[in-house]
């Protein structure tokens, strides 16, 4: 009897745990099956003719061959190839089919390496209530480039603060082993500031002014991003090598869950 109140006041205040609204999950995909559709879109081709080389000179064409994208062994590959003197990738977004606006997003990946590789998880709004880019925002969770390994990077823009300007407001931590093992790369995106982790340790908060939208359009929607680019302005930065090819990103898995109270 005695055993059995235990188990049950252990069990009660287990599921009090699971059940804070902090912890409440919103959406994901643990990729078990082929790619769900209806959660993510594949992106293809080279931007052109409006965005040619996806605005940062990057010289990776999108394509949905298997060789390219895939779920294998319950993890999602975008794998990136050089072929006939073209480099190939994957691109998925989750605009149109899942967008939030405040959460405590995260993704479980391990990240391709070398000169050229240029991997992101990020975020832009499903509609540029603020004007284009940067104006309505973009959030990125996690950026690497492959000159520079073991360096993550976590970032927003702005109208205020962006790349164009050298205002973008971000920061870095370290992740040596960045290729050889998983790790989740998340934010906690809040009202009023935008926390960057990487397994669970902070290393970044970006705060809202409270001087309006150019400083802080994130009051409204966004959409997810998981590519790999390869080049750019930032990823060929110091030139691609061609021979590190093929070279992947892989998900283990993309979890959505209601914001979480603030670590700082």
Not at 26 to 53: A, M, N, R, V, Y
Not at 73 to 90: I, K, M, P, R
Request: with cysteine; net charge negative; aromatic share 16%.
């Amino acid at each position: 009897m005695i055993a059995s109140m235990i188990f049950y006041f252990w069990a009660m205040a287990f599921a009090w745990i699971s059940n804070d609204p902090k912890e409440k999950l919103l959406w994901s995909d643990e990729f078990s099956q082929e790619l769900d559709t209806l959660k993510w879109t594949i992106i293809t081709g080279d931007g052109c003719p409006d965005l040619c080389g996806w605005g940062n000179n990057e010289r990776q064409v999108y394509a949905q061959a298997k060789e390219n994208l895939r779920i294998e062994n319950g993890l999602l590959v975008l794998e990136a190839h050089y072929t006939d003197s073209v480099f190939s990738s994957a691109r998925i977004t989750s605009r149109g089919k899942a967008q939030w606006k405040y959460g405590y997003i995260e993704v479980k990946a391990k990240l391709p390496q070398g000169r050229g590789t240029w991997p992101a998880i990020w975020m832009l709004p499903e509609v540029f209530q603020y004007g284009n880019w940067p104006h309505s925002g973009e959030i990125d969770i996690m950026e690497h480039v492959g000159y520079d390994p073991g360096v993550i990077h976590g970032t927003v823009h702005t109208g205020a603060f962006n790349h164009i300007k050298g205002t973008q407001k971000g920061k870095q931590i370290e992740v040596p082993d960045f290729a050889e093992n998983f790790h989740v790369y998340a934010v906690n995106w809040l009202e009023d500031r935008i926390e960057f982790y990487v397994d669970d340790a902070l290393y970044h908060v970006f705060y809202n002014t409270g001087e309006g939208t150019e400083d802080w359009p994130f009051d409204h929607p966004f959409y997810l991003l998981l590519n790999v680019a390869v080049g750019g302005n930032w990823g060929g930065k110091e030139g691609v090598d061609s021979l590190v090819f093929p070279q992947r990103m892989e998900i283990d898995y993309v979890r959505v869950y209601q914001a979480r109270e603030p670590k700082s």
